[in-house]
C-alpha cells in the first residue's frame, strides 16, 4: 500500500523559511515522478512543484524562485525548501506520486506577521 507522509510544516512570519520532508513508502520511489500540492483555506487544492524520476523540475509561476523541490532516492524521500514565504502561500502541503490516486495527510503551513 502506498503512503506519503509529509512533516516540516509551521508557523513563520513573512519572508521566513520551511523545508517540508515527504516520506513514501509502498512503491520502488526512485522509479516515480513525484510532486507536491497544496490547498488554501476556501480554495482547490493546487500544484506547485514537481520532480521526475530523474530529477527534472518544474513549478508553478507563484513558487518559481523561492520553493525547490529535491528528493532522495536513497532515503525515499521527497523534500520542498521554501524561501521568501508570503502570506499567500498559507496552506495544507501535500506529497504525492501523481500515477497513484492516494493522498497524505499533508503539513500545515502559515505565514504571518
Known amino acids: 500500500q502506498v503512503q506519503f507522509v509529509e512533516s516540516g510544516g509551521g508557523s513563520v512570519q513573512p519572508g521566513g523559511s520551511l523545508r517540508l520532508s515527504c516520506a513514501v513508502s509502498?512503491?520502488?520511489?526512485?522509479?516515480?515522478?513525484m510532486a507536491w500540492y497544496r490547498q488554501a483555506p476556501g480554495k482547490q487544492r493546487e500544484f506547485i512543484a514537481f520532480?521526475?524520476?530523474?530529477?527534472?523540475?518544474s513549478y508553478v509561476d507563484s513558487v518559481v524562485n523561492r520553493f525547490t523541490i529535491s528528493r532522495d532516492n536513497d532515503k525515499n524521500t521527497v523534500h520542498l525548501q521554501m524561501n521568501s514565504l508570503k502570506p499567500e502561500d498559507t496552506a495544507i502541503y501535500y506529497c504525492?506520486?501523481?500515477?497513484?490516486?492516494?493522498w497524505g495527510q499533508g503539513t500545515q503551513v502559515n505565514v504571518s506577521s
Open positions: 504525492k506520486a501523481p500515477y497513484y490516486s492516494a
Open positions: 509502498g512503491m520502488i520511489f526512485s522509479t516515480y515522478n
Open positions: 520532480i521526475s524520476s530523474r530529477g527534472k523540475t
